[in-house]
């Protein structure tokens, strides 16, 4: 079996993963398929912060651009703008917090990675939106999550096809990480991606092969919160999905999963405890 990675170096702190973490999300943007616009002002901010910690979430990921499908994209001075504003407030309030960004930018990677001592780069597009984030990540030596998409958040959810999907998923990830690895990254996290480029029913294929991604010996980040592979099989909406997150969360774990990347930190670290009681001796 392969022996996964049990730590991360966050800035010079390890991170253990003797059971999964929760990662809270924070977006600060106005037009997030969930929350978008919930977290504008300064009091929004901190206090999202203060709940994802009191609830026990063991990180916060803050986004400041939409990925919910065909959002559009805003420039680089527009997510400083809005990253710059929520960054200052949390590490003045929140200075021991570890803090994952959502970009896809080498550039605001770098600045807030600089100038806010953030701890890990999520992207969502692994580099095909930026080509210099893979060096910029190299330089930084933060932990990078590593996400597989098909297409861009414009178009990936335009019939998405796959010739066979974990074999297409499993080379993506062997090719990149390849990558990351000659280039002296030490902390790669895989993301499946659930969600980016994916019909339901690959969402489903995937999640049932998870344990697969084990062979790349990394922590497995899942996220599926209140996401349409929820809501689309239970004929609601992203509001009424925290239960069916919750059974989804929990078979996520089941699989593999690491870090759980959620809105509702509560209910995830729930999730964990349970799932922690039932694999015990």
Same mark, same amino acid.
């Given at each position: 079996?392969?022996?996964?990675?049990?730590?991360?170096?966050?800035?010079?702190?390890?991170?253990?993963?003797?059971?999964?973490?929760?990662?809270?999300? $924070?977006?600060?943007?106005?037009?997030?398929?969930?929350?978008?616009?919930?977290?504008?002002?300064?009091?929004?901010?901190?206090?999202?912060?203060?709940?994802?910690?009191?609830?026990?979430?063991?990180?916060?990921?803050?986004?400041?651009?939409?990925?919910?499908?065909?959002? @559009?994209?805003?420039?680089?001075?527009? @997510?400083?703008?809005?990253?710059?504003?929520? $960054?200052?407030?949390?590490?003045?309030?929140?200075?021991?917090?570890?803090?994952? $960004?959502?970009?896809?930018?080498?550039?605001?990677?770098?600045?807030?990675?600089?100038?806010?001592?953030?701890?890990?780069?999520?992207?969502?597009?692994?580099?095909?939106?930026?080509?210099?984030?893979?060096?910029?990540?190299?330089?930084?030596?933060?932990?990078?999550?590593?996400?597989?998409?098909?297409?861009?958040?414009?178009?990936?959810?335009?019939?998405?096809?796959?010739?066979?999907?974990?074999?297409?998923?499993?080379?993506?990830?062997?090719?990149?990480?390849?990558?990351?690895?000659?280039?002296?990254?030490?902390?790669?996290?895989?993301?499946?991606?659930?969600?980016?480029?994916?019909?339901?029913?690959?969402?489903?294929?995937?999640?049932?092969?998870?344990?697969?991604?084990?062979?790349?010996?990394?922590?497995?980040?899942?996220?599926?919160?209140?996401?349409?592979?929820?809501?689309?099989?239970?004929?609601?909406?992203?509001?009424?999905?925290?239960?069916?997150?919750?059974?989804?969360?929990?078979?996520?774990?089941?699989?593999?999963?690491?870090?759980?990347?959620?809105?509702?930190?509560?209910?995830?670290?729930?999730?964990?405890?349970?799932?922690?009681?039932?694999?015990?001796?």
């Amino acid at each position: 079996m392969p022996n996964k990675r049990t730590t991360l170096n966050c800035n010079g702190r390890l991170m253990h993963f003797d059971r999964p973490l929760v990662m809270g999300i $924070l977006n600060v943007t106005p037009d997030s398929f969930y929350d978008g616009g919930h977290y504008s002002t300064e009091s929004a901010i901190l206090r999202r912060c203060e709940t994802i910690l009191e609830e026990g979430g063991s990180m916060i990921d803050i986004g400041a651009v939409s990925t919910r499908p065909g959002s @559009e994209q805003i420039n680089a001075e527009g @997510e400083q703008k809005r990253l710059d504003f929520a $960054l200052s407030l949390i590490r003045k309030r929140f200075p021991d917090a570890v803090i994952s $960004l959502d970009t896809y930018r080498a550039d605001i990677a770098r600045r807030m990675v600089t100038a806010y001592g953030v701890d890990m780069i999520n992207d969502i597009s692994a580099g095909t939106m930026d080509a210099r984030m893979f060096e910029t990540v190299a330089a930084l030596q933060v932990p990078y999550v590593l996400m597989h998409m098909q297409g861009t958040p414009e178009t990936m959810q335009a019939n998405p096809v796959y010739h066979h999907l974990m074999t297409n998923i499993l080379e993506f990830f062997s090719d990149n990480i390849f990558r990351l690895r000659s280039m002296g990254v030490k902390d790669i996290i895989v993301d499946p991606g659930f969600g980016f480029g994916k019909t339901v029913a690959h969402n489903y294929a995937l999640l049932r092969q998870m344990q697969q991604l084990e062979i790349f010996e990394c922590p497995v980040l899942v996220g599926v919160s209140r996401k349409s592979m929820i809501y689309k099989i239970l004929e609601t909406d992203a509001q009424h999905a925290l239960n069916g997150t919750g059974v989804v969360n929990t078979l996520a774990l089941m699989h593999g999963a690491d870090i759980l990347r959620v809105h509702d930190v509560k209910e995830a670290v729930e999730c964990v405890k349970i799932v922690q009681m039932y694999r015990s001796p």
